[in-house]
């Protein structure tokens, strides 16, 4: 049991650490800009420690036993549970609207591939670290 947690946290925190940086990239080249999207991260250690932190205990959801023969399936399936969150939760609480869209049209679409990367990634993981 303490191996398929610890399995998860770390596939959750390199999911995290994953997607954190592409999200990064992608708004240091103005991927993000080009798209009319309003975020803007800068890479530091403030940023992204917390989003290792929650990424690791969102990758917990995978000790839970919802198609364990499909990681990939999996990845994609779990990640919408971080992606609601951040639309219907984080996002207006920061007074963006309802999915992001003070941010930009296309936040929803963004926000749904940086949490598929890290699903996909947490799941891969996950699956070869708790065997």
Avoid: C, K
């Amino acid at each position: 049991m303490l191996r398929n947690l610890s399995a998860a946290f770390t596939g959750g925190v390199i999911g995290a650490l994953l997607s954190s940086l592409l999200f990064w990239e992608l708004s240091r080249d103005g991927v993000i800009s080009w798209m009319g999207i309003a975020l803007h991260p800068g890479l530091s250690l403030p940023w992204l420690y917390p989003r290792l932190i929650v990424g690791g205990l969102w990758g917990l959801l995978f000790t839970l036993p919802l198609l364990p023969g499909r990681p990939a399936t999996r990845g994609l399936l779990w990640s919408l549970a971080p992606s609601a969150f951040m639309l219907l939760h984080q996002m207006p609480a920061a007074g963006r609207g309802l999915f992001g869209l003070g941010y930009g049209a296309l936040t929803p679409a963004l926000v749904l591939f940086i949490n598929a990367l890290w699903g996909l990634t947490a799941a891969l993981w996950y699956r070869g670290a708790a065997r």
